[in-house]
């Protein structure tokens, strides 16, 4: 079974542009979750999407934002980038999404902001 | 405020010493537990998780973990490190908040900060 996939693997922008990041979970899963990744933070909870309804949302400001097709796959959005948002950016996908399911991570894209 | 900690920022081991990595968090309820282990250059995977029964738990590659409940607790351990162990591990919290109803944080993990384990050959 492959595992999650996402795309790009690196982006770089500029303050002020916007990036769209995919993911796509593994098959058969419906519940996609969206990380942000820093040396300063660490992990930080973004959004989960499932059945193609945000269900959670983290403490990020309306800049970030995300959505879930049909078949599952999920697309994040930062607009008017910043230097801060430069992080690797991690998908997880899992059967149910509910409390004790297993969240499998994709490889990530690692955003640059210049 | 809820939160997970991870006592040790970086971990320097040699070759066959023993491991425990500590992990505590601070959410009310019920809780399911995770490690999950980053290598170098990969993705997070996860090493164990804990959702009921048996408070000791074991993973892969030789790896276990003790839920204490009574002290908020989820430390990983491994008895002999190897030199490939070197990388970065997470405890992760997924849990239901009191007060917020069924379902308020399905889906969400809650991450530590993370323990560099460096193992010297």
């Known amino acids: 079974k492959a595992g999650v996939t996402q795309t790009p693997r690196y982006l770089i922008k500029t303050r002020g542009q916007q990036v769209t990041l995919s993911c796509s979970p593994i098959?058969?899963?419906?519940?996609v979750s969206w990380y942000q990744q820093t040396p300063g933070q660490g992990l930080q909870f973004l959004f989960e999407?499932?059945?193609?309804?945000?269900?959670n949302k983290g403490n990020f400001p309306g800049r970030f934002s995300g959505r879930q097709f049909s078949n599952s796959r999920s697309e994040m959005n930062v607009s008017t980038l910043e230097l801060g948002d430069s992080a690797l950016y991690l998908c997880?996908?899992?059967?149910?999404?509910?409390?004790?399911?297993?969240?499998?991570f994709g490889p990530g894209t690692r955003l640059t902001v210049l | 405020a809820q939160s997970v900690s991870q006592h040790n920022h970086h971990v320097i081991l040699s070759e066959a010493a023993s491991l425990e990595l500590g992990c505590n968090y601070s959410?009310?309820?019920?809780?399911?537990l995770f490690w999950y282990v980053q290598y170098p250059g990969q993705h997070l995977q996860l090493l164990l998780k804990?959702?009921?029964?048996?408070?000791l738990v074991k993973g892969i590659k030789g790896f276990e973990a003790e839920f204490i409940k009574s002290k908020f607790s989820f430390n990983l351990r491994k008895p002999s490190v190897q030199w490939s162990d070197t990388a970065e591990y997470f405890c992760?919290?997924?849990?239901?908040?009191?007060?917020?109803?069924?379902?308020?944080?399905?889906?969400?993990?809650?991450f530590g900060r993370g323990t560099q384990l460096t193992v010297w050959p």
């Open positions: 997880a996908s899992s059967l149910q999404g509910s409390r004790g399911n297993e969240q499998f």
């Open positions: 098959s058969g899963h419906r519940s």
């Open positions: 999407y499932f059945s193609e309804t945000q269900r």
């Open positions: 959410y009310g309820g019920t809780v399911n």
């Open positions: 804990y959702f009921s029964g048996d408070p």
């Open positions: 992760a919290v997924n849990a239901n908040l009191p007060g917020l109803g069924r379902g308020s944080t399905l889906g969400r993990l809650y």
